[in-house]
C-alpha cells in the first residue's frame, strides 16, 4: 500500500460501519489515557470524545475541518493536543486545557493531513507527523514552529519521542525509521532493515530499545547507542500489517495491534508472545496503556472504545536473547 495509509484506503472504499438503530458510526482513530489516569480521550471524525476510566462516555470537543488521526496528553496533564486535517489540503493542530475544557490554541500545519503526534516528556514541545512526507515541531505555548524535518521520501506515519526528550522517532512509507534529534532538527540515523511500510513506532521506557512495525507484519527491535541501533529481534507478529505499538508503563510488555483485528501482548524484548486479546470485531486503529499498567484501551473502526485488564508481567523471565527470524 506504498503512498497511503491504511485508514484513508479503508475510508474511501468501504461504508462507515453502522450502530445500534441504522446510525453511523464514525472510526475512532487514536487513544489516550490522561496521565494520571482520570480520562480517556479517543479522536474520531471531526470529533474528540471523552470517556471516564472505566470507558462511559463523558463529553465531546467539536470543531475539526477533518478527521482527528491522533490525541495526547501533555506529560503534566494540562493540556491535550489533537491532529488531523484535509487530506491533500492542510493539516490542524488543536490544543485544549483539560481542566477548563476550553480550546486554547488552533492552527493549521503541513500541506495534508496529519497522521501522528508525540508531546515532549519534560518541554512544552510537540512533534507532528504528515502524509506530505515530513515532520514539525512546535512551541506548544506559543504555536511557533521549531524544526521542519524533511529527510523521508514517503508519508510519515508515526512519531515518538524518546523518554530524555533528546531523541524524536519517525516511521515512514518509505520503509525507514528515522531518528532526530529533537533540540537541533538534525537527523541522527536511518534504520533501514524494514521490508515495507512502517506505521508504529515506540520507545521502551528506559530509552535503550526501539520498537517498529508496519505493512511486513513483523515487530522489529534495536538496541540504541549514540551512533545508531543495532537490530537484535525481528519477529512475525501478526498475519497483517501492524497499526499500533505502545509499551506498558515501565517498560514490562510490549502490545501490538494489526489489521488481523488481534491485540497481543509480548515481553519487554518484544520476542515472546504473552497474551492475546479476544479477536476484535473491527480493526484497533489506536491503543495506549493505562498509567498504573493495568489496563489497555482499543479505538477501533467499528467507533467503539474498548477496554481490557493488562496481564501483569511474570515473576521471573528468562534473561533477553537474540532472535533473528
Known sequence: MRGGWLLWVIAATLAMPPAAGG????PLTSVAFHPRGRELAAGSD??????????????????????????AYTADGRSLVAVGGLPGRRGEIAVWDVRTR???????AHRDALYAVACHPSA?????????????LWDLATGRRLHHLRDHTDAVYDCAFSPDGRRLASASGDRTIKLWDSASGQ????????????????????????????ADRMIRIWNLTDRGGELVHATFAHDGPIL??????????????GQDRRVKV?????VRERHVLPLQPDWPLGLASSPDGRRLALARYDGALALYPLPPAPESASPPRRTLR
Open 244 to 257: 499500533r505499538l505502545a509499551y506498558a508503563p515501565g517498560g514490562a510488555a510490549l502490545v501490538s495491534g
Open 102 to 108: 476550553r480550546e486554547v490554541r488552533r492552527w493549521f
Open 46 to 71: 471531526r470529533v474528540v470524545r471523552f470517556y471516564s476510566p472505566r470507558g462511559r462516555p463523558t463529553g465531546e470537543w467539536r470543531g475539526f475541518a477533518g478527521s482527528v488521526n491522533a490525541v
Open 124 to 136: 512544552p514541545i510537540l512533534a507532528v507527523a504528515s502524509y506530505d512526507r515530513t515532520l514539525t
Open 187 to 214: 537527523r541522527l540515523f536511518t534504520l533501514t532493515e524494514p521490508l515495507a511500510e512502517q506505521y508504529a513506532v515506540a520507545f521502551r521506557p528506559d530509552g535503550r530499545q526501539l520498537a517498529a512495525g508496519g
Open 23 to 26: 446510525r453511523v458510526r464514525a
Open 266 to 270: 509480548w515481553d519487554r524484548e518484544g
